[in-house]
């Protein structure tokens, strides 16, 4: 067993979890959870139910309102008190893709490279060249990302979190505008981190739909009404009386009928 997987890859006790623009206002409290390394987890919830928050304090960007966050069995502290070694251990998708308008695609992936590690341009291209061709952006590397459709914004978003090998990625709402054959590879991509040779990738993803996820091996999780449920299982999922869950699967009902 490695050092690594002596510990939880995210594990919080008691955490209360305040909204990233307003840290006097509570969204999700009290959560006990405990995520493995190579775990694929999904986090279900209604729109403004907490989920980027808690990503965000999962990732070390904002502090728990109280209880502990740990990472890889380290403590992250008080917000801006996390060690930078263990913020580098985390990928993060933001929702919508964050990119930075003035950067073209290539360069909003090398600035992690450039960040954290000092590396020029020239330095970090390589890097950068060999992840631009695995999502298929290298038609779309010197273009900025008010040129790009969002379904290649999404990508660039996912080369710029992997760029540092991350052994979390937290993605937060992903799938969300993308057409399908997008939406596929997404589905096919993360499956095919998650199940990688070497290192094990931990992945935790937040979504407002939670039948793209489907999958026996996948672990569940919801936020209802400022509580965090681990459900367990994808058949766990289905045979809840959690109203939460009955709230997501009748809202998917609702959009294909």
Known sequence: MSENQKFPAIEMRGVNVTAMRDASFLVVEDVNWSVAAGEFWVIGGQEHSGKSDL??????????????????????????????????????????AQLFSQLTVAENIALPLRYHKNLTGTDAAAEVKSLLDLMELAPLADVTPANVAANWRQRAALARALILK????????????????????????????????????????????????????????LLHEKKFAALGSWNQVETSDHPGVKELLAVHLETTI
């Open 55 to 96: 990503l965000m304090l999962a990732a070390g960007l904002m502090p728990p309102g109280s209880g502990s966050c740990k990472l890889f069995g380290s403590d992250l502290g008080s917000f801006g008190e996390a060690e930078p070694t263990q913020r580098r251990r985390v990928g993060l998708v933001f929702q919508g």
């Open 166 to 221: 991350p052994e979390i990625l937290l993605l937060d709402d992903p799938l969300a505008g993308l057409g399908a054959r997008h939406r596929q590879w997404w589905l096919r991509f993360l499956d095919q981190l998650a199940r990688g040779h070497g290192q094990p990738l931990t992945i935790v993803v937040a979504a407002d739909d939670l039948h793209p996820w489907k999958s026996e091996w996948r672990k569940f999780a």
